[in-house]
């Protein structure tokens, strides 16, 4: 697990909410406090699909964060910045699941990432390969960044 201070949050909100950047990864939840505190979950909700789009959606679980993050932007958008905000994505890797936690609030805006394995397994080189992986990532994307 590493702990990341994004330095430029404006960028990083314009790549988060309206880029292509983090759209492969799976969006399992949003939290956003506003006037008001909303929770989103990514889960599908298969009942509100009809059988055909269900079969387009395929066996996962969770939404894309490239289908979510329409709904997460009309709620953060306007003048005013929300008082926090926590976005969960994650994507499957062949060791385990790579999260990324993205957290803001006054004081600043941090990327925590997170790896489970696939089963049991000493060797912690695929969770320190998961860390490097993500803070390439975001340093790829030309973000002010450091860890914390």
């Known amino acids: 697990m590493t702990a990341i201070r994004v330095n430029d949050i404006k960028r990083f909100m ?23 505190d909303y929770r989103i979950s990514g889960r599908i909700n298969r009942g ?11 066996e996962g679980t969770y939404h894309t964060w ?3 993050k329409e709904y997460v932007r ?8 929300p008082v926090r905000m926590r976005v969960v994505l994650q994507k499957e890797g062949e060791a385990g699941t790579q999260i990324i936690n993205i957290r803001f609030d006054m004081t600043g805006l ?15 080189q695929p ?14 994307l030309g973000l002010d960044i450091e860890i914390c």
């Open 66 to 68: 490239a289908a979510a």
């Open 110 to 124: 941090s990327v925590v990432t997170a790896f489970a394995m696939n089963g049991f397994d000493m060797d912690k």
């Open 74 to 81: 009309q709620i953060v958008k306007g003048k005013r910045l």
């Open 14 to 36: 314009e790549l988060l909410l309206s880029g292509e950047a983090f759209d492969s990864f799976m969006f399992i939840e949003a939290e956003v406090g506003m006037a008001m």
């Open 48 to 58: 509100f699909f009809s059988s055909d789009e269900n079969e387009t959606l395929g």
């Open 127 to 140: 969770e320190r390969d998961w860390d490097r992986e993500a803070y390439d990532f975001l340093k790829s």
